[in-house]
């Protein structure tokens, strides 16, 4: 066997492979000596039959599947040894002809290989990229505690309706002179907002009401554009209400509002743990260090963004292969069209440079991903997704236990994987570069680039 690469083009080469009948003979030979011993051909013995036989029915694709399996792993393995660094997967060579593989040995074949460029970036103090420092303002903790004490808060019995209060009673179908319509639907128990109502004269209806009142509203005109609420409202299925245009009668048998609550230590323990939290001085510097945690956590993705932009404008247009790059993701989207790789060619050449010069700068900086590091992003994961529901209090056994069922699924190893690599370089630029360090509100740092 021979291979040989012309890499004249730099970012492309053809690979060419001549297969020698020696190259694949013995493995031919022990497939088809494993076929007769499996085969069950009648008027002979398993095991028995000649190989003649056995040549003659199987012997040219055992001989075409051992020829694309030799191949495959002579290419890899030239790849690999030669430290290409190739992109995508070999293609077949534009212009060649098919193989013959019914012909004698030998057969030259040739792929195109695609061949990332050469990504020369160092970044050092000379290099001057911004950071910001995003400020907490007592705003933001104001909002954070009321988010807290909404999500804790609970319903209580009211007289009389306010907004956003919720109603339960007791609906009637009536007849077009006011009367209960006999048969007609019924709903015991009925909850309503009447808040979420879409027209204005059917919500004033329940505007001051108290329980014992009774109220007359038309359900269809109250949802107009909606079914679904119609028939959620009435327990009735979405086609019977269509039908459905009579007015109701609505009894209110209890007024209910929600009540968020107390800013006290009940709400202190719930959401920092028992006795960590001693005052709502103590709770609001507490919030603030948890903010400005979650802050830094953007300064820190805003500032690896703005290091991309930085070299992705130092490194210009980056040369590739593109009639070659566009045939392998042509075969790498099998069920797009020729349409959608010209669309998607310069976003995805733009990913693929972000991707060659982030890794160089891992090298670069000596920067190794290991499994603490990967498990660490799945906890923390983990712990912002509590923290979403206002729960900042959990066990640290049952963050890992969450933790390592998300790292049971590949799609999102990959992910956990990225984000280590970024958690790494963020912090090994830092201190590359020098930093343009800038205080900023949160609502400024929103604007960039909005």
């Known amino acids: 066997m021979n291979i040989t690469f012309d890499n004249s083009e730099k970012v492309s080469g053809v690979l060419t492979i001549i297969i020698e009948e020696a190259d694949y003979q013995d493995d031919v030979r022990k497939t088809l000596n494993s076929y007769r011993q499996k085969a069950n051909i009648p008027g002979f013995r398993p095991g028995q039959a000649p190989i003649g036989m056995i040549k003659r029915q199987f012997g040219s694709q055992v001989k075409v599947d051992a020829i694309n399996k030799l191949v495959g792993e ?10 290409i660094n ?40 000379r290099n001057k990229i911004a950071y910001y420092n995003i400020a907490v303002s007592d705003e933001m903790i104001d909002q954070q505690i009321d988010a807290y004490a909404s999500r804790s808060g609970s319903y209580e019995k009211v007289d009389s309706y306010e907004d956003n209060d919720m109603l339960k009673g007791d609906l009637r179908e009536l007849n077009a002179d006011g009367s209960t319509k006999e048969d007609g639907i019924t709903v ?10 879409k027209v204005d004269d059917q919500k004033a209806l329940f505007q001051g009401c108290k329980a014992g009142d009774i109220i007359t509203f038309n ?55 028992e006795g960590n939290v001693k005052d709502e001085k103590d709770f609001r510097e507490k919030i603030a260090a948890n903010l400005k945690e979650q802050l830094n956590t ?37 069920d797009k069209d020729q349409k959608y790789v010209d669309d998607n060619y310069a976003a995805s ?41 206002g729960m900042s209090n959990i066990p640290e056994e049952y963050i890992e236990q969450y933790a390592e069922e998300m790292l049971k699924k590949p799609e999102q190893v990959d992910q956990f994987v990225n984000q280590a690599a970024d958690r790494k370089l963020m912090k090994a630029m830092k201190e590359v570069v020098a930093l343009d360090e800038k205080e900023i509100s949160f609502e400024d740092f929103q604007k960039l680039d909005a």
């Open 188 to 197: 015991s128990d009925a909850v309503l907002m009447p808040a979420y109502i």
């Open 86 to 125: 190739m992109l995508g997967q070999p293609m077949p060579h534009l212009g060649e002809e098919p193989i013959d593989l019914d012909a004698p040995a030998p057969y030259t074949m040739k792929f195109d290989i695609a061949v990332a460029p050469e990504i020369d970036i160092k970044l050092s103090k």
């Open 74 to 83: 002579k290419i890899y393995d030239y790849i690999s040894e030669n430290k």
């Open 219 to 273: 359900p269809k005109k109250a949802y107009p554009e909606s079914t679904v609420e119609v028939s959620s409202l009435l327990k009735i299925t979405k086609e019977e209400a269509e039908n459905v245009d009579a007015d109701f009668s609505y009894q209110i048998t209890e007024i209910t509002r929600y009540k968020k609550h107390a800013v006290d230590q009940e709400l202190f323990d719930q959401t920092f743990g």
């Open 349 to 389: 050449i733009k990913e693929l440079t972000w991707h060659l010069a982030k890794n160089r700068l891992l090298e670069q900086c000596e920067i190794k991903i290991e499994d603490a590091d990967v498990k660490e992003v799945a906890k923390d994961m983990t712990r912002m997704q509590f923290i979403q529901y």
């Open 298 to 334: 953007n300064a820190e993705y805003r500032f690896l963004s703005d290091v991309r932009a930085y070299i992705e404008k130092k490194l210009g247009d980056v040369k590739y292969a593109d009639d070659l790059m566009k045939r392998i993701m042509l075969a790498n989207n099998k």
